[in-house]
Nanobody, 124 residues
Framework: QVQLVESGGGLVQAGGSLRLSCAAS????????MGWFRRAPGKEREFVAV????????YYADSVKGRFTISRDNGKNTVYLQMNNLKPEDTAVYYC?????????????????WGQGTQVTVSS
């Protein structure tokens, strides 16, 4: 079956960096658009970043643009989220997700598979 396993979360001070990884199995990874979402305490799940299959173009939420970078290694079936200049408001559980779609890919309901999440905590 399909599995998405996130890693790399942790506690970091404001201004610091973390790199999240999401290892996928059970699917043809290169044919899936991969997204990162997050859920902060008391808030709705929100889109963070996405990288489409094929051309590999990327999109970001305005709140993370210029600070976060999404990338993928199809040979390793892994998608990454490099997070720099972290802020306390980035504190959340981060989830990776997979979909075959190429459009409407900032919407969580369009994703078929989800990981269990990894906690990121940014202290001020």
């Amino acid at each position: 079956q399909v599995q998405l396993v996130e890693s790399g979360g942790g506690l970091v001070q404001a201004g610091g960096s973390l790199r999240l990884s999401c290892a996928a199995s059970g699917l043809t990874f290169s044919s899936y658009t991969m997204g990162w979402f997050r859920r902060a305490p008391g808030k709705e799940r929100e889109f963070v970043a996405v990288i489409r299959w094929g051309a590999g173009d990327t999109y970001y939420a305005d709140s993370v643009k210029g600070r976060f970078t999404i990338s993928r290694d199809n040979g390793k079936n892994t998608v990454y989220l490099q997070m720099n200049n972290l802020k306390p408001e980035d504190t959340a559980v981060y989830y990776c997700a997979a979909t075959r779609q190429l459009y409407s890919i900032t919407r969580a309901e369009n994703y078929d598979y989800w990981g269990q999440g990894t906690q990121v905590t940014v202290s001020s």
